[in-house]
């Protein structure tokens, strides 16, 4: 249990050592905590971080605070200073502390730092950085460019604000990528930029899989799996064994079919449906993957490590090795397979009436892909007749589920993501917006159904959920006041969900939408998770987890673990800290995911607009900022920068609270969701457009 003094001692002891992390052992040895007394400062380590009093990262622990009240430990955010601004911020977990240029030492994105607070005024604080406590990388990515003699690393991602010298270039020629490891990190006083040695040549720039390949190096993601991982692969069976369908609920009877994008190789999840004279069982079938990667195995820790898979245009970074993603573990069509299986009985009014969760064995009949459902939807009459029975009834039930989240409060925001097309060489040949089609809804619904029944089940004791928080009321009064300014009704109340809604439901045409569901998204949380049940806002839920994806996410493969443990009424197999530290593993490595995904859509489509310089397009203002008007195409998912000082015909004054651009002497306006028309004028690190008068 928690231990009050043991936590006084435990502060105590990170405070007078705040420059260093320490695993559970050598706290017990540093602090003298006796055998008895272990599982106490297990419990109080952990109620600490959960309180963050103490931070824990990597499994070692350490102080929040050092010296004294004016230093602190955060982490360098470099976004300004990539911006030419000539500040930048520490962010701690309580505040963030305003540093000038000048005082930031040889700090670069993400570095871990030792800031002292100089002062603060109106609850803002400005200080400089003392030390570099921990560096967040020394290899960085890059293009080599020549310069006068000399070679340098132009870094891709955008949030690293200088230039690296190239000491060793070995083999690199200029345009090429390369990965530099830093053996300098110059000064910033004497202007002296950081050097490195070319580590590795990745190839020539604007290639799409050494710009996939570049992103993987910054990010360090793992390519390859550990011979351990490799070793374990071999003694996992491909065939199941009688004993095993035989302690199992047998529903390989069933109609069964999976849904997924056309390009998918791994089979997560599969459904299936009954129509009873009284309403429908809907069953929903998950690979049972916590069968085959267990606790303690080096699968498993791998899993851990890698947290979720990565998914890039034309390439796949697994969380497990293909044998078990896209084998043994994948619900593929005519082939039995171990899955979990939640049922769920709807009544003829299509409210839930009972569920149950069962570890089960099924047999496909069927794969299908999104587009084919959404063409059989729409007509089509290219499927088996048993199947698109069933196929039917399953799109009455997906509709009616659709309304009701509605009701509840469920947030339908439309915000697509962009498809690459690729031509037989490999090169993009042209760009879409993806759809949430009813196919996809149709899943969607389904996974919510057991999603939410699952977390509900496993909510007596730790687990992991999938939170959304609400929103903060500043940010939503930020939103109301623009969206005023646009005639939209922002009318907020108790239920937010509600009344976010009723705006989204306001907008008069899909040019708003374009605008206002992204402004509405950036000043909402982001979903995390925790072992603390905080709700879902976004779903209007407040038990909710992730149990249908466990081939590729961490916190399905734990969920499943804890739902197999309820099912067969076993021991918990996970300790509180254990789930605590998986929950920030998992929130860390989406975030991973997230941020290098983004930079291969956004290389992609740099590599896209080279090819059309000079070429004209209509879109629309989706965002005002001082200097730029923000462009988003309507061909193409592409945005691009129109720079305010090219703005000829008048001098332009930006109306932060309005989100318009105002002329001083002829009055022109240029304001959210106008239409225009651009020309390509030039594509190097993003995307600049010239206005074209019409």
């Not at 950085?129 to 560096?135: F, L, M, P, S, W």
């Not at 065939?239 to 069933?254: A, M, V």
């Not at 090795?321 to 009544?347: A, G, H």
Request: with cysteine; glycine share 4%; charged share 30%.
């Amino acid at each position: 249990m928690f231990d009050k003094k043991l936590a006084f001692k435990v502060k105590k002891f990170l405070e007078n050592n705040s420059h260093n992390r320490y695993k559970i052992k050598d706290i017990a040895r540093e602090i003298h905590v006796k055998k008895h007394k272990h599982k106490d400062l297990i419990d109080t380590l952990f109620k600490l971080t959960k309180n963050e009093e103490i931070i824990l990262k990597s499994r070692k622990y350490s102080s929040l605070h050092i010296k004294h009240k004016n230093y602190v430990i955060g982490t360098f955010d470099a976004t300004s200073l990539a911006k030419n601004k000539t500040f930048a911020f520490v962010n701690t977990h309580d505040f963030d502390v305003y540093v000038s240029i000048e005082d930031t030492l040889t700090a670069y994105h993400n570095d871990k730092v030792e800031v002292e607070i100089r002062y603060s005024r109106n609850g803002k604080r400005r200080g400089i950085i003392t030390k570099i406590v921990e560096r967040y990388q020394d290899n960085f990515v890059g293009i080599v460019q020549e310069y006068k003699g000399k070679f340098f690393l132009i870094p891709d991602k955008s949030k690293i604000h200088t230039h690296f010298i190239i000491n060793d270039i070995s083999n690199a020629k200029t345009g090429e990528k390369v990965v530099l490891k830093i053996l300098n990190w110059g000064n910033r006083e004497l202007q002296r930029l950081p050097v490195g040695d070319v580590k590795e040549v990745l190839g020539k720039a604007d290639d799409p899989e050494v710009e996939i390949l570049s992103v993987i190096r910054q990010y360090e993601l793992p390519l390859v799996f550990p011979d351990a991982v490799l070793s374990e692969l071999k003694e996992i069976p491909q065939k199941i064994t009688e004993y095993e369908i035989s302690r199992r609920k047998n529903f390989r009877d069933l109609i069964t079919f999976t849904i997924d994008p056309a390009s998918a190789k791994d089979f997560d999840d599969a459904i299936s449906l009954e129509k009873l004279d009284d309403g429908y069982n809907l069953y929903v079938h998950i690979a049972d993957v916590a069968h085959y990667v267990r606790p303690g195995c080096n699968l498993f820790k791998e899993a851990v490590n890698r947290g979720n898979s990565y998914y890039f245009p034309g390439k796949v970074i697994p969380m497990l090795p293909e044998k078990i993603s896209n084998n043994v573990c994948s619900l593929r069509p005519l082939e039995d397979k171990l899955t979990v299986s939640v049922i769920t009985k709807f009544d003829r009014e299509l409210n839930i009436q009972h569920q149950e969760v069962y570890e089960s064995v099924i047999r496909s009949n069927a794969r299908f892909n999104y587009e084919e459902i959404d063409k059989f939807f729409n007509g089509g009459d290219n499927i088996d007749k048993e199947l698109a029975d069933v196929l039917n009834e399953m799109r009455k039930l997906s509709s009616a589920l659709q309304q009701k989240r509605i009701e509840k409060g469920y947030i339908q925001l439309n915000i697509p993501e962009t498809e690459f097309i690729f031509n037989e060489e490999g090169y993009i040949s042209d760009l879409k917006r993806s759809q949430n089609t009813e196919s996809h809804k149709l899943i969607e619904n389904f996974m919510l159904v057991a999603n939410e029944f699952v977390a509900k089940q496993l909510s007596n004791q730790k687990t992991l959920y999938r939170i959304h928080e609400e929103p903060d009321e500043k940010k939503l009064m930020v939103v109301k006041d623009i969206v005023s300014k646009y005639e939209l009704k922002f009318q907020i109340d108790d239920n937010l969900n509600n009344s976010i809604q009723k705006l989204l439901d306001s907008m008069p045409d899909e040019n708003y939408h374009r605008v206002f569901d992204r402004m509405i998204l950036r000043n909402m949380k982001r979903a995390k998770y925790s072992v603390d049940n905080f709700g879902h806002f976004g779903l209007a839920m407040q038990n909710y987890t992730h149990f249908t994806s466990p081939i590729r996410r961490l916190c399905d493969l734990v969920v499943h673990h804890q739902i197999k443990t309820k099912i067969n009424s076993k021991s918990k197999k996970f300790q509180p800290e254990e789930l605590f530290n998986f929950a920030k593993i998992a929130t860390e490595k989406e975030m991973i995911a997230d941020e290098s995904e983004h930079e291969v859509d956004f290389k992609n489509k740099i590599n896209f607009m080279k090819k059309k310089l000079g070429e004209e397009y209509s879109g629309i203002i989706v965002s005002i900022k001082p200097s730029a008007l923000i462009i988003e195409l309507d061909r193409y998912p592409v945005t691009g920068i129109v720079s305010i000082s090219s703005l000829k015909d008048d001098y332009y004054d930006f109306y932060e609270q309005q989100m318009r651009l105002i002329g001083r002497r002829k009055g022109k306006i240029y304001k959210l969701t106008d239409k225009v028309k651009v020309l390509v004028s030039k594509v190097d690190d993003d995307v600049y457009f010239e206005l074209i008068e019409v």
